[in-house]
T-cell receptor, first 112, second 114 residues
Framework: KQEVTQIPAALSVPEGENLVLNCSFTDSAIYNLQWFRQDPGKGLTSLLLIQSSQREQTSGRLNASLDKSSGRSTLYIAASQPGDSATYLCAVTTNAGNMLTFGGGTRLMVKP | GAGVSQTPSNKVTEKGKYVELRCDPISGHTALYWYRQSLGQGPEFLIYFQGTGAADDSGLPNDRFFAVRPEGSVSTLKIQRTERGDSAVYLC????????????FGPGTRLTVL
């Protein structure tokens, strides 16, 4: 059974810092990996999708990498802003089905 | 519409009652998913539709939970004899196809069972 873990569970940084969020998964046989943002009381916003054949994806200040063989992904946020404060979730789609298996999320606070 | 919509946004019910939660996927998306999110946790898969049929319902916790998608578009998640432990945010997502397609989520329905 696929298990996804995110470290750290919570992170507080001053504005302007570059930061890295970590995601690991136990079964390397994945189709893709998605990073999401969730604001309090809201749904999930898709940030980046990495196909299993890709190594990384970039969108603005965000860069996500994928090391499928080691079961790891990182989300890099450059020059963090208070508006980046939210919970970040990673999720994988496995060969066993099309559903997403989620990690527990990293709750990020960027202080002005 | 432009995105996935879910109604109601909030639902408060009493233990033992029946509830229906609705999801309108992105127009043209063939795949539809239901997830459940408890406070402080990541969403957990419930059921996945490809077209009108339930391709995978392995995440439904018990037979009180049932979902339909009769015309391959709108889906309804039905919960019978609700229990306090059913309280959670129920999220719906849709995608354009199988496997590699990106999933887009609705805002969720917050269900509270008193």
């Amino acid at each position: 059974k696929q298990e996804v873990t995110q470290i750290p569970a919570a992170l507080s940084v001053p504005e302007g810092e570059n930061l890295v969020l970590n995601c690991s998964f136990t079964d390397s046989a994945i189709y893709n990996l998605q990073w999401f943002r969730q604001d309090p009381g809201k749904g999930l916003t898709s940030l980046l999708l990495i196909q299993s054949s890709q190594r990384e994806q970039t969108s603005g200040r965000l860069n996500a990498s994928l090391d499928k063989s080691s079961g790891r992904s990182t989300l890099y946020i450059a020059a963090s802003q208070p508006g980046d404060s939210a919970t970040y979730l990673c999720a994988v789609t496995t060969n066993a089905g099309n559903m997403l298996t989620f990690g527990g999320g990293t709750r990020l606070m960027v202080k002005p | 519409g432009a995105g996935v919509s879910q109604t109601p946004s909030n639902k408060v019910t009493e233990k033992g009652k029946y509830v229906e939660l609705r999801c309108d996927p992105i127009s043209g998306h063939t795949a539809l998913y239901w997830y459940r999110q408890s406070l402080g946790q990541g969403p957990e898969f419930l059921i996945y539709f490809q077209g009108t049929g339930a391709a995978d319902d392995s995440g439904l916790p018990n037979d009180r939970f049932f979902a339909v998608r009769p015309e391959g578009s709108v889906s309804t998640l039905k919960i019978q004899r609700t229990e306090r432990g059913d309280s959670a945010v129920y999220l719906c997502a849709s995608s354009g196809g199988q496997g590699t397609s990106e999933q887009f989520f609705g805002p969720g329905t917050r269900l509270t069972v008193l």
